[in-house]
């Protein structure tokens, strides 16, 4: 069964420092999200992305982010000068549709400490 | 914004028992999702079910749509469904909005 594969699984760095995550999507997929889960908390929606551009946005992707889909397999998250809250696990989904009625299947994450 | 609400938000269990959790949602959805979180921290897609029912090995699960309601069932379970199960549906746009969860603790 097809499945968001996303590496690396656990990733330490310090703070001000550039990360990438990244994420390979189903293959036939066309939409793309990052979600973020802070320890012991809700799942976060962090960005949408389709056909190259960003979709939509949570007041939680600020200018330290950006998204990018670099070839015709990967998909990132970049995150420029970490800062310590940005420790968290970090979800890559995606969905062969867009909008309100299609399923989005989440990858196992990447969690990122920041110290 | 929409509201997920589920419960309850914390359940022990001993193993072999059943259980049932439940997600209420503020407003009409079109897409539904149970997940369950292992310990781990993986988030695993366990059912999509905007509305009726589903049924996949122990665990089944119904939407009654127009009642904002979904029921998350687990029969007969075993240690290793212990985790966090959450609920998300998608409000406007492609925006999956999370519950808070229920964490299970199935005790052998």
């Known amino acids: 069964e097809p499945e968001v594969t996303q590496t690396p699984s656990h990733q330490v760095t310090q703070m001000g420092q550039e990360v990438i995550l990244r994420c390979v999507p189903i293959?036939?997929?066309?939409?793309f999200y990052w979600y973020r889960q802070i320890l012991g908390q809700k799942v976060e929606f962090l960005v949408s992305?389709?056909?190259?551009?960003?979709?939509?946005k949570s007041e939680i992707f600020d200018d330290q982010f950006s998204v990018e889909r670099p070839d015709g397999s990967n998909f990132t998250l970049k995150i420029r000068s970490t800062k310590l809250e940005d420790s968290a696990m970090y979800f890559c989904a995606s969905s062969d549709r867009g909008g309100r009625g299609y399923e989005q299947y989440f990858g196992p994450g990447t969690r990122l400490t920041v110290t | 914004g929409i509201q997920v609400e589920q419960s309850p938000p914390d359940l022990i269990l001993q193993e072999g028992a059943n259980s049932t959790l439940r997600c209420n949602f503020s407003d009409s959805v079109n897409n539904l999702q149970w997940f369950h979180q292992n310990p781990w921290g993986q988030l695993i897609n366990l059912f999509y079910i905007p509305s009726g029912t589903k049924q996949n090995g122990r665990l089944s699960a119904t939407t009654v749509a127009t009642e904002r309601y979904s029921l998350l069932y687990i029969s007969s379970s075993q240690t290793t469904d212990s985790g966090v199960y959450f609920c998300a549906v998608v409000e406007y746009g492609n925006k999956l909005v999370f519950g808070a969860g229920t964490i299970l603790r199935v005790k052998s």
């Open positions: 293959s036939n997929h066309l939409y």
């Open positions: 992305f389709y056909n190259n551009e960003i979709s939509e």
